[in-house]
RNA sequence: GUCCCUGUAGCUCAGUGGAUAGAGCGCUUCCCUGCGGAGGAAGAGGCCAGAGGUUCAAAUCCUCUCAGGGACACCA
């Protein structure tokens, strides 16, 4: 349990049973630590003046509070309680991170099952930096969701069948001259490359496009996958098969039960989901009038094998092309009976070169591909920098800056605070914990607030797993990593009179926990040197 | 036309209805190489797009307007 955690649960005696507030971490130019505004909510339903009801509290607390936890409990302002931690509560803090070590900041919040899904892009070509962006925040709240107690599985559901895939098949075809090119034909360099490779093959299928399509795909895939797994290191538990769904008869499978809910039906020659009923704004079509179940089925009939495999919270990670697609998807989810169904869409990036606008499609085939810029600026600078922005935000990614002064990025700054830490260690050769040490000794402004900082990895992990706002991790880092280069430039370890040497060892080695623990989930390798 | 996202420092972006709105980059000044300076300190720079509203309290919630991005297939 982390502090805040701790006073949540002091404050909650100190207040009528049920009343909402929250502890938070006090603003940065108030020196307390921790503060609530509980008694602004009170005064409503109370009719008393907050400062009043925040006195009162502050004193209940005080009396309630396990002895020496906190410095000061005190009113500010028009009715905030402030609290103030005491150097021991601080002290019990850097013990449990050296006592706890990889383990610290692991959480039991979230006891269940969740089956995550993203990228999922179709293998038809290489990834865009849109799916990338997808594949980091996938990735990365995994790791969060994992720390936070779930059992996560990491899925790519793969459209390897299919309409798209056959139009890639005709673009190879027409890449050899066999058909006559078309608009609507993938354009992209790596389609006639692959033509080329495989001329003699190719000539043995031109009566097949879908099958030369689903041939390509499978080579695709295979490139995707070295790009997001051993590149980018985005990690998958699963990958899962559309032709799978359709031969294993999961798509029939769903289609009846969709009819035995009466939620389908006909019209117009077709057979239709009735999306509508749960906010769609248009029913969708399942099966076409030739007769073919589209990828709505499909993709419906792949969430029914998800719940029959025993998961009831799913969380499902689009682009930002396919927003329309989350209402009827969410409508399925419904009506498969999942508990919770969560659908989140990233925004698009923008790329930016010489200060101009980079144009990407996939399709017209002139685009940089998210493979390329991890080749380019490499695996920790692509995912730091992705992922210290929020995935609603329409980001721009200056590809000049990534490429020509990528040690300007903040990623640098992180990890030579990491390098610095675990250096001071190496240098005075050391390789376990004091065996005992002075936690008091550990009083000036510096060492103070890089305890304080470290205190709140448990927080982020928490919010991050209630908000998947993973992007709080990389901020953290930097505010992490910003108390530590400020301890370093102020304060000593060697050559300190040995209690203060051995306390501060114990600081330093805690704060390399941490690092190594943070850099871990967001998925960023900790150097020994730079 | 309908729907979604965004608009915060020169730039890129944080900011769970609360106290004096923050960070990085860029700019100015200082520390001058010490446990590796890819660092630290200080400073300049903001009508939080605009207008109404709700509230004890709004960058944050609601409505409208303006601007930018995206989605609106029997494709995925």
């Known amino acids: 349990m982390g502090i805040r955690s701790k006073i949540t649960v002091i404050v909650a005696k100190a207040v009528p049973k049920g009343t909402a507030f929250d502890v938070r971490v006090a603003e940065e130019h108030q020196e307390a630590h921790y503060a609530t505004t509980v008694a602004f909510q009170l005064a409503k339903t109370e009719k008393k003046n907050p400062r009043e009801i925040a006195a009162r509290i502050a004193s209940d607390i005080g009396a309630k509070a396990p002895r020496g936890f906190f410095e000061k409990v005190e009113v500010a302002g028009p009715g905030f309680i402030n609290f103030f931690l005491s150097n021991e509560t601080l002290g019990k803090e850097l013990k449990q991170i050296l006592g706890e070590k990889?383990?610290?900041?692991?959480?039991?919040?979230l006891k269940k099952k969740i089956q995550l899904e993203f990228i999922s892009a179709n293998p038809t070509g290489p990834l865009t930096l849109a799916n990338g962006r997808g594949g980091f925040l996938g990735d990365v709240l995994g790791n969060v969701l994992q720390r936070a107690g779930a059992k996560v599985e990491r899925e790519y559901y793969v459209n390897d069948t299919g309409n798209q895939v056959l139009n890639l098949g005709k673009s190879i075809l027409a890449a050899r001259g066999i058909i006559p090119d078309s608009e609507e034909y993938y354009k992209g360099d790596y389609v006639k490359e692959w033509a080329d490779k495989h001329s003699a093959l190719i000539e043995t299928m031109k009566e097949k496009p879908l099958a030369l399509g689903e041939r390509a795909a499978k080579d695709f895939l295979g490139l995707i996958k070295i790009a997001v797994e051993k590149k980018a290191k985005i990690e998958f538990n699963r990958f899962t098969s559309e032709k799978r769904i359709h031969t294993t008869g999961l798509v029939k499978k769903v289609l009846a039960l969709f009819k035995k809910k009466g939620f389908s039906f006909e019209g117009e020659g077709a057979m239709w989901l009735k999306t509508t009923a749960f906010g769609d704004d248009k029913?969708?079509?399942i099966v076409t009038k030739e007769g073919n179940p589209t990828y709505f089925l499909a993709d419906a009939g792949h969430y029914l094998e998800t719940k029959q495999r025993g998961f009831d919270t799913k969380i499902n990670i689009l682009g930002p092309d396919h927003y329309g697609y989350v209402a009827r998807i969410q409508a399925v989810a419904k009506i498969l009976g999942f508990k919770e169904s969560t659908v989140l869409v990233t925004q698009a990036i923008r790329l930016m070169?010489?200060?101009e606008l980079v144009k990407m499609s996939k399709r017209k085939g002139k685009f940089v591909t998210f493979e390329e810029l991890v080749d380019?600026?490499?695996?920790?600078?692509?995912?730091?920098?992705?992922l210290m922005i929020a995935p609603e935000t329409h980001m721009d990614f200056d590809l000049t800056l990534a490429k020509e002064r990528s040690q300007k990025n903040p990623v640098y700054y992180v990890q030579y605070a990491y390098v610095r830490a675990k250096n001071i260690l190496t240098k005075m050769k050391i390789k376990t914990i004091p065996k005992s040490f002075n936690v008091t000794k550990l009083?000036?402004?510096q060492d103070i607030n890089l305890i304080r900082e470290l205190a709140r990895f448990p927080e982020i992990i928490e919010d991050a797993a209630r908000d998947y706002g993973v992007h709080r991790l990389t901020r953290y880092a930097l505010n992490l990593a910003k108390a530590f280069h400020n301890f370093y430039e102020v304060e000593r370890v060697a050559g300190e009179e040995k209690t203060i040497k051995d306390a501060r060892t114990a600081l330093v080695i805690a704060t390399c926990i941490v690092f190594e623990n943070l850099f871990s989930i967001i998925g960023i390798t900790a150097p020994k040197k730079m």
Request: net charge positive; proline share 0%.
């Open 283 to 285: 029913d969708r079509v």
């Open 376 to 386: 380019e600026v490499g695996a920790d600078v692509a995912r730091f920098f992705f």
């Open 353 to 355: 070169e010489q200060g």
């Open 102 to 109: 990889r383990k610290y900041g692991t959480l039991k919040l």
């Open 443 to 445: 009083s000036t402004a």
